[in-house]
């Protein structure tokens, strides 16, 4: 039964996709589809017309094997390791800042959020 509820889950996260696709493709949009299906989930979301418990297992399944969909980006990336051989450690230092961003601005969101739900519940 659960794994019927997840595949279910899975299926509406990916009509989200496949809509914010067909959003990019239809209207020529340079913004990839894949972030306008989650700009529309994001707003469905936030005005009640999906649910959470509708997606919650599903997301929650795709985050736990979310390492494993870099795998394919990090191959890709040495493959084509002579485009970053002339300034490898200008792109070292860009990655990694830029990493450092997200994991910080990350961590202060979901810290906010977390504040906010605890005051919402006390």
Do not use: C, D
């Given at each position: 039964?659960?794994?019927?509820r997840?595949?279910?889950?899975?299926?509406?996260?990916?009509?989200?996709?496949?809509?914010?696709?067909?959003?990019?493709?239809?209207?020529d949009?340079?913004?990839?589809?894949?972030?306008?299906?989650?700009?529309?989930?994001?707003?469905?979301?936030?005005?009640?017309?999906v649910?959470?418990?509708?997606?919650?297992?599903?997301a929650?399944?795709?985050i736990?094997?979310?390492?494993?969909?870099?795998?394919?980006?990090?191959?890709?990336?040495?493959e084509?390791?002579?485009?970053?051989?002339?300034?490898?450690?200008?792109?070292f230092?860009?990655?990694?800042?830029?990493?450092?961003?997200?994991?910080?601005?990350?961590?202060?969101?979901?810290?906010?959020?977390?504040?906010r739900k605890?005051?919402?519940?006390?």
């Open positions: 039964m659960q794994l019927a997840v595949i279910i889950h899975l299926f509406v996260l990916v009509l989200f996709y496949y809509a914010g696709v067909l959003i990019q493709w239809a209207f949009l340079i913004v990839p589809g894949s972030i306008i299906g989650m700009v529309l989930l994001f707003l469905a979301l936030l005005w009640g017309n649910r959470l418990t509708w997606i919650e297992e599903g929650q399944m795709l736990r094997h979310l390492p494993l969909l870099f795998i394919p980006v990090t191959v890709g990336v040495i084509y390791v002579y485009v970053f051989s002339g300034k490898g450690l200008v792109l230092v860009i990655a990694l800042v830029s990493t450092l961003l997200v994991m910080v601005t990350s961590g202060a969101v979901s810290q906010h959020l977390a504040l605890e005051r919402k519940y006390e």
